[in-house]
């Protein structure tokens, strides 16, 4: 079973960055093998879930949310079985709980079903 662990939120005053680190672990070889998408979807407070961005662990193919393009980009490093999310320029509307998911089919759209989830780090973004 993989595990997925965020790391990377904070608090920041708007107009600054984060980098985001979700990384998958489990038995040897699990994580490589399992993890083929990863994504990350964020929760502001009092509001629905939604889609971010997502990532192909074998191409590095990206899909991203139209409200983040530009400002957030997604990688990942396969060695390390870690994906990242860069944020810049924060603005106060992206306070959120941030989650990273994965997928064993390579299927990066928000309707994909994703298997796996980590617990989430918060970025508060004050004005």
């Known amino acids: 079973q993989v595990q997925l662990a965020e790391s990377g939120g904070g608090l920041v005053q708007a107009g600054e960055s984060l980098r985001l680190a979700c990384a998958a672990s489990?038995?040897?070889?699990?994580?490589?093998?399992?993890?083929?998408?990863t994504a990350w979807f964020r929760q502001p407070p009092g509001k629905d879930r939604e889609y971010v961005a997502a990532?192909?662990?074998?191409?590095?193919?990206?899909n991203y949310n139209d409200a983040v393009k530009g400002r957030f980009t997604i990688s990942r490093d396969i060695a390390t079985n870690t994906a990242y999310l860069q944020l810049n320029n924060l603005t106060p509307e992206d306070t959120a709980m941030y989650y990273c998911?994965?997928?064993?089919?390579?299927?990066?759209?928000?309707?994909?079903?994703?298997?796996?989830w980590g617990q989430g780090t918060q970025v508060t973004v004050s004005s």
């Open positions: 990532i192909r662990r074998r191409d590095g193919t990206t």
């Open positions: 489990g038995p040897t070889g699990s994580p490589s093998s399992t993890v083929k998408a």
């Open positions: 998911a994965a997928n064993s089919l390579g299927f990066l759209l928000p309707t994909t079903q994703w298997d796996y």
